[in-house]
């Protein structure tokens, strides 16, 4: 694979290069986009659907040079960044042994929601109202 082409202007939190392209919407300013998608768009020649994605075979998001890019669907990327390494599945719905903040899920704590099966955090819900009330 050749070397990749760094986008050296601004990029968003994840490292991806942005461009503003585009007539201005609604009287606003001009709409930003991934440089990535833009490369992909001005390659097929025609603007990408919602549901497209543009991949990295790289694995570098400032990269923009075609030969690194790959057009798919969300499902492709997510089963990219889990075959090399850069993201883990999440663990099954009975796996879980903890809420995200970190409360116990079981016992007197977890509460599994008829019908539905959804599991949530006791916890979490009363300081939730707590929040709410004030």
Same mark, same amino acid.
């Given at each position: 694979?050749?070397? &990749?082409?760094?986008? *050296?202007?601004?990029?968003?939190?994840?490292?991806?290069?942005?461009? $503003?392209?585009?007539?201005?919407?609604?009287?606003?300013?001009?709409?930003?986009?991934?440089?990535? !998608?833009?490369?992909?768009? *001005?390659? %097929?020649?025609?603007?990408? @659907?919602? #549901? @497209?994605?543009? !991949? #990295?075979? &790289?694995d570098?998001?400032? &990269?923009?040079?075609? @030969? #690194?890019?790959?057009l798919?669907?969300?499902?492709? $990327?997510?089963?990219?960044? %889990?075959?090399?390494? !850069?993201?883990?599945?999440p663990? +099954? !719905?009975?796996?879980?042994? @903890? &809420?995200?903040?970190? #409360?116990?899920? +079981?016992?007197? $704590?977890?509460? %599994?929601?008829?019908? +539905?099966?959804?599991?949530?955090?006791? *916890?979490?819900?009363r300081?939730?109202?707590?929040?709410?009330?004030?």
């Amino acid at each position: 694979m050749t070397d &990749c082409r760094e986008f *050296q202007g601004p990029r968003d939190p994840s490292g991806y290069g942005r461009v $503003n392209w585009g007539p201005p919407k609604y009287g606003r300013r001009r709409t930003w986009m991934g440089l990535h !998608r833009w490369v992909m768009e *001005q390659y %097929i020649g025609r603007r990408l @659907e919602t #549901h @497209e994605v543009v !991949r #990295h075979s &790289c694995d570098n998001p400032p &990269c923009f040079l075609f @030969e #690194h890019l790959l057009l798919g669907t969300s499902a492709d $990327n997510s089963a990219d960044a %889990i075959e090399r390494g !850069r993201a883990v599945p999440p663990p +099954s !719905r009975g796996e879980w042994t @903890e &809420c995200r903040r970190g #409360h116990p899920l +079981s016992g007197a $704590n977890l509460y %599994i929601v008829p019908g +539905s099966g959804y599991r949530y955090c006791r *916890q979490c819900a009363r300081e939730r109202r707590a929040r709410r009330r004030r």
